[in-house]
């Protein structure tokens, strides 16, 4: 079965036709212009017959909604795509869903635990390490501290923030 990569989420109707107005959640949401399909929880697949722009959402109409009734009750649903329908990366970037789980190593090779989840906080993100027994570690998406991204290789190599080792 094809992994489903969470992009977006419904937050309202938009009008009596049907559309659904829905947040993008993705760093790329211009993606939402070229796609042919939404997949709803549960597996319920949309057929996309127009998208665009309205301030900051996406206002999506499809085949299968036809009326304000049909969308409300797809409010606050998530919406996703297939990974392998997702946009083309430029060479350094990857998308969360394949570091999640990788172990992390600091420059001497030991393990600081797993990558989390990344976070963003405006400037640049924080990747998430956490590790069993242990607090969480914190560490700025900046490539002073970022050394080696490799989801080929199984792994990534940071190095690691002096306050880290304050706190412990």
């Known amino acids: 079965m094809d992994r489903e990569i969470v992009i977006g989420k ?9 559309d659904i107005r829905i947040l993008p959640l993705t760093d790329k949401p211009e993606q939402f212009l070229d796609l ?21 959402m996406v206002l999506i109409t499809t085949k299968e909604i036809t009326d ?23 060479e350094e970037e990857y998308y969360v869903a394949d570091l999640i789980g990788l172990p992390v190593y600091d420059e001497e090779g030991n393990k600081i635990g797993t990558f989390k989840d990344s976070l963003q906080t405006g400037s640049n ?42 706190e412990e």
């Open 68 to 90: 304000m009734n049909q969308a409300e009750l797809l409010r606050d649903k998530e919406v996703s795509i297939y990974a392998e329908d997702l946009p083309e990366l430029e």
């Open 10 to 18: 419904i937050v309202a109707p938009h009008g009596v036709r049907g």
């Open 125 to 166: 993100d924080v990747y998430l390490v956490t590790a069993p027994g242990k607090k969480d570690v914190l560490i700025p998406a900046l490539k002073e501290y970022v050394k080696l991204i490799s989801p080929a290789e199984g792994k990534i190599v940071v190095k690691m923030p002096q306050w880290v080792d304050e």
């Open 36 to 56: 042919e399909y939404l997949l709803l929880p549960g597996g319920k697949k949309l057929t996309i017959k127009s998208a665009r722009f309205h301030k900051r």
